[in-house]
Nanobody, 115 residues
Framework: QVQVVESGGGLVQPGGSLRLSCAAS????????MGWYRQAPGKQRELVAS???????RYPDSVKGRFTIARDNAKNTVTLQMNSLKPEDTAVYYC?????????WGQGTQVSVSS
């Protein structure tokens, strides 16, 4: 049974930074592709960063150059460093893990960017 704990959300001013963390247990973490998604009110959930089990990363243009995803297989964690935050980055952020047909989600953490 997978246990997932997300942390690091909060309120930040435009231009500020936040670092999200996701810790997963009960799985062979190193074998999972990991990602961060976000969902703003009234919008569909969207991928903001992904990292494969072999450390290949991918970002949509909306966050490229501002967000960085990283994983630490020794600690079973994946992080999302978010810099130069904009009001449009406001959303609930979710950690996701996938391996074949298996998938899990974190509980979500709120990120709010406002002055």
């Amino acid at each position: 049974q997978v246990q997932v704990v997300e942390s690091g959300g909060g309120l930040v001013q435009p231009g500020g930074s936040l670092r999200l963390s996701c810790a997963a247990s009960g799985i062979i973490f190193s074998m999972y592709d990991m990602g961060w998604y976000r969902q703003a009110p009234g919008k569909q959930r969207e991928l903001v960063a992904s990292i494969t089990s072999s450390n290949n990363t991918r970002y949509p243009d909306s966050v490229k150059g501002r967000f960085t995803i990283a994983r630490d297989n020794a600690k079973n964690t994946v992080t999302l460093q978010m810099n130069s935050l904009k009001p449009e980055d406001t959303a609930v952020y979710y950690c996701n893990g996938r391996r074949g047909s298996r998938q899990f989600w974190g509980q979500g953490t709120q990120v709010s960017v406002s002055s």
